[in-house]
């Protein structure tokens, strides 16, 4: 069965219901209301432009939320079944360091170093606990490398993303 090349867990602050994710090197933020408007307009949820991808959270802020990252040498092996939500997108990783941050641009332990540097693609795999339940969502990111460019793709939709954001 196939594996991930590496696995690497972040405890990350959830931040204005969204983390973002682009290169570590980039350090441009003028996408940032670009992807907001792209994952809530498209119905996906997670969204990108020009090279941050942002991923909407059912909760506006939240400490300690864990994000497993997941680098493979192609494309994983399909378990949506075991997920709420599952997107996938790309994503452009020129230096090999992919981060996670918060809108203010600040980071926490989001910074992963990928095996291989450039175009990826990247799912976005979420769990939410039920409402009323103080477990923390859970996320996955699995990223391998892509030969082209490939529009978003909604693999698995919540059920209740209408009345979270409306």
């Known amino acids: 069965m196939a594996a991930p090349l590496a696995v690497h867990r972040a405890s ?8 973002l994710v682009s290169d570590a090197e980039d350090g441009d933020l003028a996408g940032l209301d670009d992807s907001w408007d792209d994952a809530v307009e ?23 939320t864990p994000f497993t990252v ?14 709420d939500h599952e997107v996938d997108i790309d994503v452009d990783v020129p230096s090999g360091k992919l981060e996670l941050f918060l809108t203010t641009g600040e980071i926490e332990d989001g910074t992963v170093r990928l095996t291989k540097a450039g175009p990826c693609r990247l799912r976005v795999s979420a769990r939410f606990p039920e409402a009323g339940d103080d477990a923390a969502d859970v996320y996955r990111l699995r990223v391998w490398p892509r030969t082209a460019d490939t529009p978003p793709q909604l693999r698995q939709s919540w059920p209740h993303w209408p009345s979270v954001r409306s």
């Open 12 to 19: 990350v602050w959830v931040q204005h219901g969204q983390v």
């Open 42 to 64: 498209s119905g996906h949820f997670v969204g990108a432009a020009d090279g941050i991808v942002s991923i909407v959270t059912p909760r506006a802020d939240s400490s300690g």
């Open 70 to 83: 997941e680098e493979w040498a192609d494309e994983p092996p399909d378990d949506r079944h075991d997920w």
